[in-house]
């Protein structure tokens, strides 16, 4: 049970960090540059937290590596998508 609540959060971190990034993208392009600015705050934060749990739990890692590169991909496309800019 633990290991699947590990996949649920690993793949909702890296759908956030990466619907973060793309967002923060599309308002550097718009000359939001402060809201771009606490928006990376708030990205860095996700993924030191990323890191650390990578680090410290080095054992069965690929597949929550994989988990969240799935997340980061599928943040990505909706937030290109399907969030009307």
């Known amino acids: 049970m633990q290991f699947l609540l590990n996949i649920l959060m690993y793949f909702a971190v890296g759908f956030l960090e990466m619907f973060m990034a793309t ?3 599309y308002w550097i392009s718009k000359g939001r540059s402060r809201a771009a600015a606490l928006l ?3 990205e860095s934060f996700v993924a030191m937290f990323v890191i650390y749990q990578v680090a410290t739990n080095l054992n069965n890692n690929f597949l929550l590596i994989a988990v969240y590169s799935l ?3 599928i943040g990505t496309y909706v937030n290109l998508e399907k ?3």
Do not use: C, D, E, S
Request: glycine share 8%; net charge positive; charged share 10%.
């Open 23 to 25: 967002q923060r993208t």
């Open 40 to 42: 990376v705050f708030f």
């Open 71 to 73: 997340g980061n991909a």
């Open 83 to 85: 969030v009307p800019f």
